[in-house]
């Protein structure tokens, strides 16, 4: 067994070989990274393998960071079917091609003088209304806005006026055993919110 | 060991079917061997399906990927961690978890429920049989995970990336726990109308389940946003999603639940909501699987895409209207016990509370709905985003918040005006003391103003709560302070375990208004190159570009940049952001890259670091830098939530006559009262 292992490894001198030709080849493949260049700038270094990096970016602009851009984008959604907006999604998934062209274009209509609403309305009439994170408020859209607080308050006012009637049933039936309890020691008013106090104070 | 799991699956729904019939003729019947025989039969579910679930694991650690599922989810390069997690990783497997975990909790609750409430075994046994052969009959006819392949693949697809991630490991199996333990109350509550037994007994019995679903609901959501924050790398934790407005439904009706059953237990009432509620909560945890699982928000028309959807339509309808018309059937046995006398009072400002609780959770269902209801009625897709549920629910949540402080400040049954002004005079003078020093100090985001407000208002109340009761034991049994502290809570679990939950509450609203600060901006540097960006707390963070290095790692090949970060010219340390090419066994890529952030956390504020990608494929990188105020807060609320959760759940926690008190009218039966 000891013999088969010796005959089927790599001698000493194979060995060798195959780490120089390794090393060669790293050389190789190492050949055209360029040094890093720091503090000052200058051309920064190539990776080794710049696809493992993602898609190649192109450099953040001053407009990229502009708040009417970003306030404008925050509006539409991407159509790449994420589900986030186009500035969300152009800075969270960098693999995306859709929000990024979606931005140029909001760049562009930016630049060709168009106003934060206009821009807006130029993608609705090119993609829909569903292009927007939320739906505008007209129409029946109003019912999407309004419906859950106008829902609430109706339950609420209706809740409102069942515990006024169970109060008032309550303080109707209380009031009969308390005539016929009239008869007996009463407590007076101090008394009793002592009485309360106390409770309050047992029940913790 | 695929065949052994099909068979299991198949021997599983035949005795869940028996187990379902057994059971309700068991319990119709008056048939102690039925009865007796349907609990063996959860048993015995339970057992095939572990065995199912042995026999699915078995195929994805011995890498069989001939089978469809193990293929599709798994690789050979896949660390073994998140092997073992890719059983719920998909559909298929999530179905079976769901399944066997359901049989797990029934036979739990059929073994440790005390033995005053067998009679509502048989039903029980009946209503967890019937829900998890539904779960195997999907398996078995639209989704099975022992599916083979025609071909077997040198190696599987992998992992997603993003679910290659603790928080993953541990948020899909805490959210499920959450949505499977609901299936305990509700087979309960389903027992209690089908018996007639509707006092305060199946409450009795369930009161350990409910708080259990709702603490695994409640770490399942905050382990969620912790996973959406530091892997999905858009800086935030909570996007209104689908799938997470599905979880939050059935937390939001279980949080309403436990509020209104205290109602029930101390004074008879409320028992026709209480019993909603909870069939209202299971529906919704099933409404939730079925919305994550159709496709059906993305488009109406991408319901057809899933046969799973049809399945999960028909059972929700099927049981939505049998539970209901059940309800319906025995609602002259629900009658309140006692009535409201006063409108301040405890009991009133619980019903309010569970007014918002509902009405938030419909606001939230609402707006998920939304776009459907506005393809059916307008014929235009719309799309309902954070900008939508902000606007609708931000003031609602508010306003649940404020009740948060009150309802613990009005005394049950009534309250009167001096009892007021003594309980609220403290805590209204710290709300409203945080509002002006902070509107003084120059902060002008409304919304936040008043999550802060309100906080302190609630906070105020709870160290309140905490200090009367320890003057009270001091005084009256001599305790030191310290020792009457953890006497109080050690003794009244319940309430003082409620308060802490309240602080984590607080504590979480702060958290999210600290978001409405958050500032972010995009810059490119070389190496050596720096970018600063200004906190809202006035200080300014400098990030110099270090450098990019490439590696490979276990399943994946690494970028990774290197920045140093200084605070107003104060070296902090480094921070690392990567992305990560994943490859399977064979070095072939498997998804795209992903990004890894860099995170530095502190009490005031994160720094998150987000690498973008690189320029002309040189280390001129792209970055995002966000500044997200308060966000340690979120897991530190989530924390003391599920802390205060685990104090009230707690086993004892006080002296048998308060138990009896709480339990009152327990024992008294519908037929008696009447």
Known sequence: ?204 | MTVLGTLALWLAFLVGVWGALAGFLGGLKNRPDLAASARHAVFAMCGALLVAVAALEWALFHHDFNVEYVAAYTSRNLPVFYTWSALYAGQKGSLLFWAAVLTIFGSLALVLTPRRHRVFFPYVAAVVSLVASFFVSVMLFAANPFARLPYTPLDGSGLNPQLQNPGMVFHPPMLYLGYISITIPYAFAMAALLSKRLDADWLVAIRKWTLLSWLFLSIGICLGMWWAYVELGWGGYWAWDPVENASLLPWLTMTAFLHSVMIQEKRGMLKKWNLALIIGSWLLSIFGTFITRSGVISSVHSFTQSNVGYFFLFFLVAAATASFALYAARLPLLGAEATLESMVSREASFLFNNLLLVGIAFSVLWGTLFPILSELVQGTKVTVGPPFFNQVNIPLGLALLALTGVGPLIAWRRASLPNLRRQFAVPAAAGGFTFLVLAVAGMRDFYALMAIGLGAFVLATVVQEFARGTRARHRQYGEPYALALGRLLARNRRRYGGYIVHTGIVILFIAFAGMAFKTETEVTLRPGESASIRSPYGWTYTLTHLGISQYDALNRQVTAATLEVRRNGRRLGILTTEKRQHVDALGRPTFQPSTEVGIRSDLREDLYVVLGGVVNGTEQAVFRFTINPLVWWVWYGGMVLALGGLIVMWPGGGPPAVKRTQAGYAVRLVGDAR
Request: glycine share 8%; charged share 20%; net charge positive.
């Open chain 1, 1 to 204: 067994m000891r013999g088969r292992r010796s005959d089927a490894g790599p001698t000493r001198r194979e060995a060798l070989v195959v780490a120089a030709a390794w090393l060669v080849g790293l050389g190789a493949r190492r050949a055209p990274q360029q040094p890093d260049t720091l503090a000052g700038g200058g051309p920064a270094g190539r990776l080794w393998d710049p696809a493992r990096a993602g898609q190649p970016l192109a450099p953040v602009t001053a407009r990229d960071n502009d708040a009417a851009i970003q306030a404008i984008e925050k509006q539409i959604r991407c159509t790449c079917g994420c589900n986030l907006d186009v500035y969300t999604c152009r800075t969270t998934d960098f693999t995306c091609t859709t929000s990024p062209a979606m931005h140029r274009r909001v760049l562009a209509l930016a630049a060709a003088g168009k106003s934060g609403p206009e821009i807006v309305e130029a993608f609705v009439r090119e993609n829909g209304v569903a292009v927007l994170m939320a739906p505008p408020k007209r129409g029946f859209n109003l019912a999407g806005y309004f419906v859950p607080s106008l829902a609430i308050l109706v339950a609420g006012a209706v809740l409102a006026l069942v515990l006024r009637r169970w109060t008032r049933a309550s303080a109707a039936a209380a009031a009969a055993p308390a005539a016929d309890a009239a008869a007996g020691p009463a407590a007076t008013p101090e008394e009793l919110e002592r009485l309360r106090r106390e409770l309050d104070r047992l029940s913790v």
